[in-house]
């Protein structure tokens, strides 16, 4: 075994350690955010199991839009201005689980969900609140 010597608190290399773990090295870039899935004070958060968080997008405007799964599939989006902020829900994809992504184009929003339907067909939910059916993932909105 190596015999190892004493460590100098004030050295250079202790100091920029400390100093690096005081920052948090973990983050590196970009922004993070905790934040309730709900409007504060006015709706509820999405329930214990059905808000595991697994899609995410950004809009040219700033707004998020997400996908949360487990029990039930929810769609959001996330507005945040300094300090303040809110999440808004925009309801459940019936039969869907999992949302597997979020896109945002220019002017509209694609979920992917997916989970166990009772019919067979996956479905998704357009950001206006529209719903719309697919017999199978070849078929396209027509």
Do not use: K, W
């Not at 983050?27 to 709706?43: H, I, L």
């Not at 300094?82 to 829900?89: E, K, N, Q």
């Amino acid at each position: 075994m190596q015999n190892r010597g004493r460590v100098d608190p004030n050295s250079p290399a202790v100091r920029a350690f400390r100093e690096e773990m005081r920052r948090g090295i973990f983050t590196r870039e970009g922004t993070m955010a905790a934040f309730p899935t709900c409007f504060p004070g006015e709706t509820a958060p999405l329930a214990n199991d059905e808000s595991r968080i697994t899609a995410l997008d950004a809009a040219a405007n700033g707004t998020i839009y997400g996908g949360a799964g487990g029990r039930q599939a929810h769609l959001f989006a996330a507005a945040f201005h300094g300090l303040t902020g809110m999440v808004f829900d925009f309801g459940m994809p019936p039969g869907a689980t999992h949302c597997a992504a979020v896109c945002c184009g220019a002017s509209r929003l694609v979920a992917f969900v997916n989970g166990p339907h009772r019919d067979g067909a996956p479905r998704g939910l357009s950001a206006g609140g529209r719903r719309a059916g697919y017999r199978d993932a070849g078929n396209r909105p027509g």
